[in-house]
């Protein structure tokens, strides 16, 4: 009996030990599904989609890459994503997942969101942003937001909304209210 209760002790010690090595290689886009956690627009343009995967293997996903930065902001992420996660980003000319934090950023494309930002695999004269310079300048109020907003009719307040507009989450979609 001792050895019995030996041998089940080391295998589920052994079974503890063996971590799940989790893959953090882009997943593939389901369109009639995933979402944006943010602002919960469906994925729709590869050339601007984002995921970030955490150490669980579980996958955010993300419309554009303004969405991912007003995610970063909240506390709820940095406990989400762990200590270690990985996140890729479409690449604005030819749509195929690339390192957000490696890429490269211009400014001024029509994003689904709006912020303008769309990364590419190597620096050019266009893209000359880093990631964490990305992330400051949506932080700093430096989309194209406002336009956006306007052109589509949204509010963060929701008087435009009742004009057939959209209304965003409060603190969601760059409103600050």
């Known amino acids: 009996m001792k050895k019995i209760i030996i041998l089940t002790g080391l295998i589920l010690l052994t079974l503890v030990q063996c971590k799940h090595e989790v893959d953090f290689s882009p997943r593939k886009v389901n369109y009639d599904r995933d979402v944006c956690h943010v602002c919960k627009m469906g994925m729709a343009d590869p050339k601007y989609d984002v995921q970030a995967i955490n150490e669980n293997g579980e996958v955010r996903w993300y419309d554009d890459i303004g969405c991912l930065a007003e995610d970063m902001r909240d506390q709820d992420f940095n406990s989400w994503k762990g200590k270690k ?26 994003t689904p969101m709006g912020y303008g930002y769309g990364a590419l695999k190597n620096k050019s004269e266009q893209a000359e942003y880093t990631f964490e310079q990305v992330i400051k300048l949506i932080d700093e109020g430096k989309t194209k937001r ?32």
């Open 85 to 110: 996660y990985k996140i890729w980003i479409g690449d604005a000319d030819t749509g195929k997942w690339i390192d957000a934090e490696k890429a490269w950023y211009r400014f001024g494309d029509r």
């Open 146 to 177: 406002a336009d956006f907003i306007k052109k589509k009719k949204m509010s963060v307040s929701g008087k435009d909304a009742e004009n057939g507009g959209m209304k965003c989450a409060p603190g969601k979609c760059g409103g600050n209210n």
